[in-house]
C-alpha cells in the first residue's frame, strides 16, 4: 500500500519542523563553517563514566532495569539532588530515570494534560515545548519575555496567561537560548502565583549545573512548591553526556506513578550501560563538571564582551552555555542576519525567531566550542556586523 500523506495524523501533519533542524541544512555541506549552533557540550564525557559503561558490558550487564531506572542510580539521584538543590526524593517512588531530559518533558505533559487544558509556555524557549504540548492534547499558552527584562519571565505577564483551564507552568532556568537564569526572588513572586491558582510547575532544570555566577535554585525547593513541581534534570550538558540519552524526574508519588505508567509501556526503560554510566558520573564526576564550567565561564565573558565591541547590544546570561545578543540595529530579521552571516562569513547561529515570541531581533551563539574557534567566529561575525 502507498504511504500518502492521508496516512498521517492530523496533529503531526500540522506540527512545523524544528527551525534549527531547517537552518542547519543550509550550513550541511558547505565547507569551513565555524558552528556556534548546537546546542550541546564540546566536552567528552568524563573517563570514569565511559569507563563504567564499559566495566557494566564486560561484567554482562546487558539486560533491562527496573521501570523507574536501577535502584542504586536513583538513590545516588536523590543524594545528587537534595545535596545540590536542597529537595529531598523517595528513590523508590519519586524519581523515573528517562531518556533524556526530553523524554521527561513528553511524560510529565502526557501525565497530566486532558484535551483543551493549558500549559504556560515561557518564550523564547526549547524548540520541544510547544509541540509536545499540542501532542499531549494539551493547548501551550505563550508569554514573552523581552530583552529589557532580561528574558525573565515577569510575574503580572504569568498572571495574565492564566485561565480556568490553565494546568501547568513550563519553566526553564537556565534557559535555553537566552541563557537567563531566575534568581531565588524571581522565583518566589512566579511560585506565589502558582499556588494561588493551583497550578503545577514542569521545571526544565538540565542547565542547572551551568550556573556561573549564582548558584541554582530549584523552584521545587521553595516552600510549598515541592508537592506542585515536576522536577526535570538530567546528565546531557553539565555532565557533557547528551549522546548517553538520560535525564531523570522527581515528582510527589501520585505524579511519577501516572508518568510511570506510560514509561513502562512507551520505553520501558532508559538504556542499561547509560545508567551505569551515570552512576559513576554522580559518584566521582561533580569535579570534572566544575573543570568545565570553569571553561564555560571563561568562554561566556568573553563572548558577551565582544560582542558588546562589536556592537551587538549583549547581556550577560546567567548560565546555559548560549548567549542571546541584538542584531536589530542592522535592521535585517534575525533569519536574514543569520542566513546572511553563513552565506557571507561561513558562521552558523540561529534566529531567535524560531525560539518563539521575543526571540525575533535576537540571535542564538551557542559557546561551547573552543576558544579559537568563538575567537575566530567573533571576528567574522564583527566583519559582517560592520557592513
Ligand atoms: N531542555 C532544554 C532546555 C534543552 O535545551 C534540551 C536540549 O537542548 C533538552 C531539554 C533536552 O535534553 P536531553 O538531551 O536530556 O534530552
Not at 536542597?86 to 519519586?94: D, G, I, R, S, T
Request: proline share 5%; glycine share 8%.
Amino acid at each position: 500500500m502507498p504511504v500518502t500523506k492521508s496516512y498521517i495524523a492530523k496533529s503531526v501533519e500540522t506540527m512545523r519542523p524544528s527551525g534549527i533542524r531547517k537552518f542547519f541544512d543550509l550550513a550541511a555541506g558547505m565547507e569551513g563553517v565555524i558552528s556556534l549552533g548546537v546546542g550541546e557540550p564540546d566536552f567528552v564525557t568524563s573517563w570514569s563514566a565511559r569507563e563504567a559503561a564499559i566495566l557494566s558490558l564486560e561484567r554482562g550487564h546487558t539486560s533491562y532495569t527496573a521501570n523507574a531506572g536501577l535502584l542504586e542510580l536513583r538513590e545516588e539521584i536523590a543524594r545528587y539532588v537534595s545535596g545540590r538543590f536542597y529537595v529531598p526524593y523517595n528513590p523508590k517512588e519519586e524519581i523515573i530515570v528517562t531518556v533524556g531530559a526530553s523524554q521527561a518533558i513528553d511524560l510529565a505533559l502526557r501525565a497530566i494534560l486532558d484535551p483543551g487544558d493549558e500549559v504556560i509556555v515561557v518564550e523564547p524557549c526549547f524548540v520541544s515545548y510547544t509541540p509536545l504540548v499540542e501532542l499531549a492534547g494539551g493547548k501551550a499558552v505563550t508569554v514573552e519575555t523581552t530583552g529589557e527584562q532580561q528574558f525573565k519571565l515577569q510575574p503580572e505577564a504569568l498572571e495574565q496567561a492564566i485561565t480556568p483551564k490553565t494546568k501547568a507552568l513550563l519553566l526553564c532556568s537556565p534557559n535555553n537560548p537566552t541563557g537567563a537564569q531566575l534568581g531565588r526572588e524571581d522565583l518566589q513572586a512566579i511560585a506565589a502565583i502558582v499556588k494561588q491558582h493551583d497550578l503545577l510547575v514542569i521545571a526544565d532544570e538540565i542547565y542547572a549545573e551551568l550556573a556561573y555566577d549564582v548558584p541554582h535554585t530549584s523552584i521545587a525547593s521553595l516552600d510549598g512548591m515541592r508537592e506542585r513541581t515536576i522536577l526535570i534534570n538530567g546528565f546531557s550538558k553539565g555532565f557533557a553526556m547528551t549522546g548517553w540519552r538520560l535525564g531523570f524526574i522527581c515528582a510527589p508519588g501520585e505524579l511519577a506513578e501516572a508518568m510511570l505508567k506510560i514509561h513502562q509501556y512507551a520505553m520501558m526503560c532508559a538504556s542499561t550501560p547509560a545508567q551505569y554510566a551515570a552512576l559513576e558520573a554522580l559518584k566521582t564526576g561533580m569535579s570534572d563538571v566544575e573543570e568545565m564550567k570553569k571553561d564555560y565561564r571563561r568562554r561566556r565573558n568573553y563572548i558577551v564582551q565582544s560582542f558588546n565591541e562589536i556592537g551587538l547590544e549583549c547581556h550577560l546570561p546567567g548560565g546555559a552555555f548560549y548567549v542571546f545578543p541584538s542584531i536589530r540595529n542592522t535592521g535585517l530579521t534575525s533569519e536574514e542576519f543569520a542566513e546572511s552571516l553563513l552565506r557571507e562569513e561561513k558562521v552558523a547561529v540561529v534566529p531567535g525567531s524560531v525560539f518563539g515570541k521575543g526571540g525575533e531581533g535576537f540571535i542564538r551563539c551557542s559557546y561551547a566550542s573552543s576558544m579559537e574557534q568563538l575567537q575566530e567566529a567573533v571576528k567574522r561575525i564583527g566583519r559582517f556586523a560592520g557592513k
